[in-house]
Nanobody
Framework: QVQLVESGGDLVQPGGSLRLSCAASGSIFSIVAMGWYRQAPGKQRELVASISSGGNPNYAVAVKGRFTISRDNARNTLYLEMNSLNAEDTALYYC???????????????WGQGTQVTVSS
């Protein structure tokens, strides 16, 4: 099995910064794509940012220039640096990883449990 554990969510004032982390553990051979999603109350889950196995990032228009996604392949860890936060960034943030496992053939998608980011004064 594979588990993703997120951390870093918090209450922050507008204009503030946060850094989210997502660590994967278990029967991992390699991790292909990784991404961060978010879901605000009453809204659908949306992609915030993704990063390929080669380290190429992509960002949603709403966060481009403010958020930075990165990965540490040696630690099987994904990060999201968030700056200039505003109320519209308030949501439950989920990490996602496409994993090639040691014990099974194929690529499997896993999700973290979510970490809450609240931007409010």
């Amino acid at each position: 099995q594979v588990q993703l554990v997120e951390s870093g969510g918090d209450l922050v004032q507008p204009g503030g910064s946060l850094r989210l982390s997502c660590a994967a553990s278990g029967s991992i051979f390699s991790i292909v794509a990784m991404g961060w999603y978010r879901q605000a109350p009453g809204k659908q889950r949306e992609l915030v940012a993704s990063i390929s196995s080669g380290g190429n990032p992509n960002y949603a228009v709403a966060v481009k220039g403010r958020f930075t996604i990165s990965r540490d392949n040696a630690r099987n860890t994904l990060y999201l640096e968030m700056n200039s936060l505003n109320a519209e960034d308030t949501a439950l943030y989920y990490c996602q990883m496409d994993v090639r496992r040691k014990d099974l053939v194929g690529t499997f998608r896993y999700w973290g449990q979510g970490t809450q980011v609240t931007v409010s004064s």
